[in-house]
């Protein structure tokens, strides 16, 4: 089945730590993939999106993506966690050829940043 | 360029009754997609207009409904409301760029709560 995997529910790490959050995709074709950051009873934030070329992608506040074509993955980085990064954390993808543009998104990681 | 915009942003309901939610979309964008986010089901789409018609529809029952006015605002509609209905119900606005996959831009959201 078609399905968006973030595995890790829930991470913590200590300010200035460096972040990876994992996120693996089952689709046939590689979809369009972006990562979203929601802070507590707010909206969703695009970080960064990937449609293709360049498999290291730079997005806002220090994040970074990269593609995996052979492993399905997108897991989202950065070097040096503030303490204004913990929020919950969606990837999300748009399956190619269907005609649409509705994200699926997966169940999300909560960042929790300890001082 | 002012963002995506929702309305109201909290409303607190009862099983029976129908509620309407406004989203305004991002100057220029002519798509609005609606989702719904839950604890237990996560982030699902509802559905998307574009040009006042309904492009493109996830799996939700015949209660919820929407629309799009001429100047891209969207509206959707929730009757009969029942307690699993309470949810955070996003919009989000692209430029709708047909048969192409353009970014989605979300707004802050509408917190219904059905008692």
């Known amino acids: 089945a078609q399905s968006v995997t973030q595995p890790d529910i829930h991470i913590t790490v200590s300010e ?100 | 360029k002012a963002g995506v915009t929702q309305t109201p942003r909290y409303l607190i309901k009862t099983r029976g009754q129908q509620v309407t939610l406004s989203c305004s979309p991002i100057s220029g964008h002519r798509s609005v997609s609606w989702y719904q986010q839950t604890p237990g089901q996560g982030l699902q789409f509802l559905f998307e207009y574009f040009s006042e018609t309904q492009r493109n ?14 100047n891209s605002r969207s509206e959707m509609n929730v009757s009969t409301l029942e307690l699993g209905d309470s949810a955070l119900y996003l919009c989000a606005s692209s430029l709708g760029l047909a048969g192409i996959t353009d970014t989605q831009y979300f707004g802050p959201g509408t917190r219904l709560t059905v008692l």
């Open chain 1, 16 to 115: 200035g730590a460096s972040l990876e959050l994992r996120c693996n995709y089952s689709y046939g074709a590689t979809p369009y993939l972006f990562w979203y950051v929601q802070s507590p009873g707010q909206g969703l934030q695009l970080l960064l999106k990937y449609f293709s070329g360049d498999t290291l992608v730079q997005g806002i506040k220090g994040f970074e993506a990269e593609f995996k074509r052979s492993q399905s993955s997108f897991n989202l980085r950065k070097p040096s966690v503030h303490w204004s990064d913990a929020a919950e954390y969606f990837c999300a993808v748009v399956p190619l050829q269907t005609g649409a543009n509705n994200l699926f998104f997966g169940t999300g990681t909560r960042l929790t940043v300890i001082p």
């Open chain 2, 57 to 70: 529809k996830g799996n939700f029952p015949g209660r919820f409904s929407g629309r799009q006015f001429s």
